[in-house]
């Protein structure tokens, strides 16, 4: 869902990257913090100690949620799970793991170390709150500081624990069905649905908060209910979708040998002799030897003023291929199912072993087949 994201840096080797609706959260807390909260809190200072505090506490948030995604992934990477880095968004972070835990030892021990890390902040920020309390008999603002901070790893803590898949608590619960049943394609099944089903109690919850006029903590409790429920349904989708792809390779979903265009086409021949006559909305553009060089698609044509179509060729507007875009025939189809998901591409061009372009294969051809298996098959999800 926050796949993507501006790097920031990396940290014991974990890329830490931030969607842009954080900073938008961030700037909301901080100006909220300032003007209402500590204000509230502690009457009486300076305007400028306020947002001063205000923009602590959003540093505190953004290492606060840094450290418990932290927690999670150097306990994976003992369990030698990869890691593909920390994205911070609007709701909190994700740690995104590469593979799936192998164990429910391992599931367990990751899903449970971000809370453990959020209990432990908590305590030591109230430890030091109490030591600055003891410096001084009048409140200092740092003290009001590491209070907020405390409290706020407390519930970053307990809101995880929430038994609702992907929320680390409806990991535990999911490993904990899984070492019962010893089946994880049920457990996660179940732990999905309970996911969903707290996720729309949540968006309820948030429902009766307006009507009671609370407006703005509503709004917020209906937006997270629906992203738990969003993000549970995906994972039990996600995983239907693994077992009915099962050991495909790419080359049972690619469409073989799809209409290619030469580099040198001009636009104007693409429209008039491919584009009308075959009606694909992109087309891989191949160099002499058969070697694919990009990807056109018939919607970057209107980036060109149509005079210019005779002049201009197909490369010009083509996507380049980068190293990592194209996938090999034999490769299972769930790995190519992630890499689109990574990349954010929905197509994907297959090479065989001699660099020669062997099909295209498309989100959609993949979907496509997994919907008809699903209903040939009478699979729920
Ligand atoms: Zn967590």
Known sequence: ??????????????????????????????????????????????????WILGIFAVLGIFASIVLHELGHSLVARRFGMEMRGITLHMFGGAAELEDEPTSAGAELAVAAA???????????????????????????????????????????????????????????????????????????????????????????????????????????????????????????????????????????????????????????EFVEEVVYRTRHDTYPVTDGAGRPRGLVAVGSLSTVAREAWPSTSVMEVAEPIESGGTVAPDLPAKQALDLMRRSGRSRLLVVDGDGRLAGLLTLKDLLDTLTLRMRIEGEEM
Do not use: C
């Open 114 to 268: 971000g809370p453990a890390t959020s209990f432990a902040l908590a305590g030591l920020l109230k430890l030091a709150a109490m030591a600055a309390a003891g410096l001084s008999s009048t409140e200092l603002p740092i003290e009001m500081l590491l209070r907020y901070l405390a409290g706020l790893n407390l519930v970053l803590a307990i809101f995880n624990l929430l038994p609702a898949f992907p929320l680390d608590g409806g990991r535990i619960l999911r490993a904990v069905l899984w070492a019962r049943g010893g089946d994880h394609d049920r457990a996660t099944r179940l732990a999905s649905r309970i996911g969903a089903g707290l996720g729309f109690g949540l968006a309820g919850l948030g429902v009766l908060q307006i009507l009671g006029g609370r407006l703005g903590d509503g709004l917020w409790t209906v937006l997270i209910g629906f992203f738990i429920r969003s993000a549970a349904l995906a994972s039990g989708l996600d995983l239907a979708a693994r077992r009915l792809l099962g050991d495909a390779t790419v080359a049972r979903f690619m469409t073989p040998d799809p209409v290619t265009v030469p580099v040198a086409l001009s636009l104007a």
């Open 1 to 50: 869902m926050f796949g993507s994201g501006v790097t920031l840096f990396r940290i014991f080797g974990f890329e830490i990257r931030l969607d842009p609706s954080f900073l938008l959260i961030a700037v909301l807390v901080g100006a909220s913090l300032a003007s209402g909260h500590f204000p509230a809190v502690h009457e009486g200072l300076p305007a400028s100690t306020y």
